[in-house]
């Protein structure tokens, strides 16, 4: 007879679950009350949906337990704590949006709500495991929730970009499958710190084996980071998801991505593994320039946040590539003022969004620049703060992405990988230009309507305050910039990158 297996509950370290059980407690806590009372204003579901994420976010703060937790399958290092900080709060700030001073059809649902955190839930998951089965248990539960946010806007285009968005993921979590059992084939092992030791050990012997799960899930991971040649759904799913969601989808997904792309990619470039240091040198080149070209010749302003999007990720993808203590310190410095300067840009466009098409004339886009001919006299804070968010994407001092890019800059600089450097430099240069058109268009050109709604048709005062708080995080970065490096760095050190 078997002996009794027994468990110690303490080695369990149950409290690297509880930031991830809070946010599902949130979830099925508003499925249950749309079960018992029906049509609670909306307004009750976002201070719900906000509470949870804001007590997921204290326990992330103040956890004090050990790396590994639950069969050794969490770990909650820096970088994990890091990642889900990023999440929670681009999720706190994203959630007030909801409260639009329009109805649209998406937030008339509960489930909407419940689903958002179900997708929260599964980023975190994402970045606090280097456990390759938990990251696709997270990955897809983030993503099918994502998808169904998509459609949930109601429109032929939402529909549309929910379907590509899908057939794209479904492919991506393909290679993502095939690639984690060629590692688990060629190193019995499915978490990625044992993944490194027995390849190390090895000296990544088979190499066409390890070639060929490195190819799988880089294309993976190149799909959900939307790297080229991996980006061509990116622009048709952002201008068919809402301006808010999209701008969501432009930051959190992301850095679920570059977290698990840094715990699966880094111990191979400081192996000095060539091709690997080859491939992501192209990925993240090829990335930030084509991308930055593709957005020069966009007519809607959606369409080119989305490829400009795409161009800041090849930029934290080179932080991958450099692999250093200060790249990675980097990386999450240049996210995080992502964060607010590129979710201000398009709660901009959040609340400027109204069925009519205007004077303007382009029924192709909701927000063709002729849209913002003339803002500045109409609604010059508004056109002020837009213009503050270009010029920060644009990386011009002394808005917050600049100190992002420099910094980053100075990493690559500092390893001795000058031309990625010129490279960043040249794309930041060439990105001015689509930026600047923006702010030509609502400073010097005349306007094409009288009507200050267009500018301001769904601007709640929750909204107003959220673009307030972007603008004034973007404004004031210099102030904080330097304390806040300082706390990233410590996190990444204290996790070995």
Do not use: C
Not at 301 to 306: I, S
Not at 445 to 456: F, G, H, K, S
């Amino acid at each position: 007879m078997l002996d009794p297996i027994s468990i110690d509950v303490a080695s369990l370290n149950l409290a690297s679950l509880v930031p991830m059980s809070i946010i599902v407690l949130g979830a099925l806590a508003i499925l249950i009350i749309d079960l018992i009372t029906k049509d609670l204003s909306k307004s009750f579901y976002v201070m719900v949906s906000e509470l949870f994420i804001l007590l997921s976010l204290g326990s992330v703060l103040g956890y004090s337990g050990g790396d590994r937790g639950f069969f050794d399958v969490m770990l909650i290092d820096g970088i994990a704590v890091l990642g889900q900080i990023v999440i929670l709060v681009a999720s706190a700030l994203f959630i007030p949006l909801a409260l639009s001073s329009r109805r649209f059809h998406e937030y008339s649902f509960p489930e909407f709500f419940a689903l958002f955190l179900f997708m929260v839930a599964g980023f975190q998951f994402m970045v606090a495991s280097d456990n390759l089965i938990l990251i696709f248990v997270g990955l897809e539960t983030a993503s099918l929730a994502l998808y169904t946010l998509i459609a949930m806007h109601n429109r032929s285009r939402s529909f549309e970009a929910a379907v590509k968005y899908f057939t794209m993921g479904a492919l991506a979590a393909g290679f993502y499958v095939f690639g984690a059992l060629i590692l688990y084939a060629l190193t019995g092992s499915v978490e990625i710190h044992k993944i490194a030791e027995v390849l190390t050990a090895r000296e990544f012997e088979p190499i066409w084996a390890v070639l060929l799960g490195v190819v799988f899930m880089l294309s993976a991971l190149g799909f959900k980071l939307s790297m080229v040649p991996f980006q061509t759904w990116v622009p048709d799913v952002y201008e068919g998801a809402s301006a808010a969601l999209a701008g969501y989808m432009s930051i959190v997904p992301k850095i679920a991505g570059f977290v698990v792309a840094m715990r699966l990619f880094e111990f191979m470039v400081h192996a000095d593994i060539e091709w690997v240091q080859i491939t992501l040198w192209i990925i993240a080149v090829v990335t930030m320039t084509a991308t930055n070209i593709m957005a020069l010749v966009q007519e809607g302003v959606k369409r080119m946040l989305a490829y400009s999007s795409i161009s800041h990720a090849g930029f934290a993808m080179s932080a991958i590539l450099i692999g250093t203590t200060q790249a990675n310190s980097a990386l999450f410095l240049y996210w995080i003022l992502f964060t607010f300067t590129n979710l201000g840009a398009f709660t901009m466009l959040w609340v400027s969004r109204h069925k009519g098409k205007g004077s303007w004339g382009n029924t192709r886009f909701d927000h063709p620049y002729e849209k913002f001919s003339g803002m500045v006299k109409i609604m010059p804070l508004n056109a002020v703060i837009m213009g503050m968010f270009m010029f920060s994407l644009a990386g011009v001092p002394p808005f917050s992405l600049f100190w992002g890019k420099l910094y980053l800059m100075s990493a690559a600089i500092n390893e001795h990988f000058y031309w990625l450097a010129i490279i960043m430099a040249v794309n930041s240069a060439i990105s001015v230009y689509y930026y600047l058109k923006l702010v030509v268009y609502m400073f010097l050109r005349e306007p094409t309507t009288t009507d200050a709604t267009v500018y301001m048709k769904n601007a709640s005062t929750a909204l107003k305050t959220i673009i307030g708080f972007a603008a004034a995080m973007t404004l004031l970065a210099t102030l904080f910039v330097s304390p806040l490096l300082d706390m990233i760095t410590t996190y990444v050190k204290a996790s070995g990158f």
